[in-house]
């Protein structure tokens, strides 16, 4: 007999509110009463509007731009949370900020992304639920449980109807990717190939070599974060100079900061592919980018978390 662990709510704050209301409609609940605003000085302000004594509580907030106002919104819930006595805090982070910065590269540099994960198990976190992680070592940096979620599969599934096994490639865009890009074309049933680069600074990146065949193929390149889409759009410039047919880009988190909407705009991409762990404005939105909700995966992982059930089997 699965346990249930109180009462599931929902709170979130201002960084995906189009994202939560898909989740609370799959789950088929109200989000809980709660204001997240400012004082006149900038600092955040909450006001929780019902009981949450006893409760399962869910907090469901990317940490994505602006990244510094969204953490705190998150660290501040949690805080405010555990104060009126919840039962279980989980923090629900579709998208977690600063995962890139995860280990030291150089002399006297943070590892930012471990500090932010003391940051929220300090603020009073039971469990942390994340999707795709940038790096899956973060999960190690909690000292709380962590479940680690992914889009692949709704990835995967956008293009079954465009793919013929014989004429497709899917193509990680670095090394550091190939697992990714495997679990992808396995979905697919299709064959993978590897792009070598190098990043001479932040943002940056240079494609040095393609292992693999896609010459008179078409390619779906596979990534976890487009954040200014130098990658995706230099590796599918790259792939097409391999004569690749037709480039396809898939990410699950589509930061796209700075220059990336321009990018994409003017790119040799068919489509990019994105998920809506972080809200696209209205200004952003293009004919080339198609947006897969992920809603229907948290509010499984949420059932299945109240229930103490295996999250793992989602994806088995």
Do not use: W
């Amino acid at each position: 007999m699965n346990t249930v662990n109180g009462d599931i709510v929902v709170f979130t704050g201002n960084s995906n509110l189009s994202l939560v209301d898909k989740i609370c409609e799959n789950l088929g609940i109200e989000k809980g009463a709660c204001t997240v605003s400012t004082f006149s000085d900038g600092e955040i302000s909450i006001d929780i509007g019902v009981s949450v004594r006893g409760k399962d509580v869910f907090v469901i907030q990317s940490t994505s731009s602006p990244v510094n106002d969204n953490l705190m919104e998150l660290l501040i819930l949690i805080d405010g949370l555990k104060r009126a006595s919840a039962g279980r805090i989980n923090a629900v982070i579709p998208y977690y900020g600063y995962a890139r910065q995860d280990r030291k590269t150089k002399a006297r540099e943070p590892i930012t992304s471990k500090l932010v994960a003391n940051l929220i198990t300090e603020a009073g976190a039971d469990r942390v639920v994340a999707m795709d992680l940038h790096a899956g070592q973060i999960q190690g940096y909690f000292d709380i449980p962590v479940d680690h979620l992914t889009a692949v599969p709704y990835l995967a599934r956008y293009f079954k109807d465009i793919v013929n096994e014989d004429d497709f490639v899917v193509v990680s865009p670095d090394l550091g990717g190939v697992t990714r890009t495997r679990k992808f074309a396995n979905e697919l049933n299709l064959p993978i190939a590897i792009i070598e680069k190098r990043r001479p600074k932040a943002n940056v990146s240079e494609v040095m070599n393609i292992i693999g065949d896609v010459e008179g193929k078409s390619v779906i390149l596979v990534d976890d974060i487009a954040d200014t889409a130098g990658t995706i759009t230099k590796a599918a410039d790259a792939l097409k100079a391999r004569g690749a047919k037709k480039v396809y880009g898939a990410a699950t988190h589509g930061v796209l900061s700075g220059p990336a909407i321009e990018r994409l705009k003017n790119s040799s991409l068919e489509k990019f592919v994105i998920t809506d762990t972080i809200e696209l404005p209205e200004e952003k939105k293009i004919d080339k980018i198609d947006i897969v909700s992920v809603s229907p995966i948290f509010a499984s992982a949420i059932k299945r978390i109240n229930t103490s059930q295996s999250v793992s089997e989602m994806f088995e």
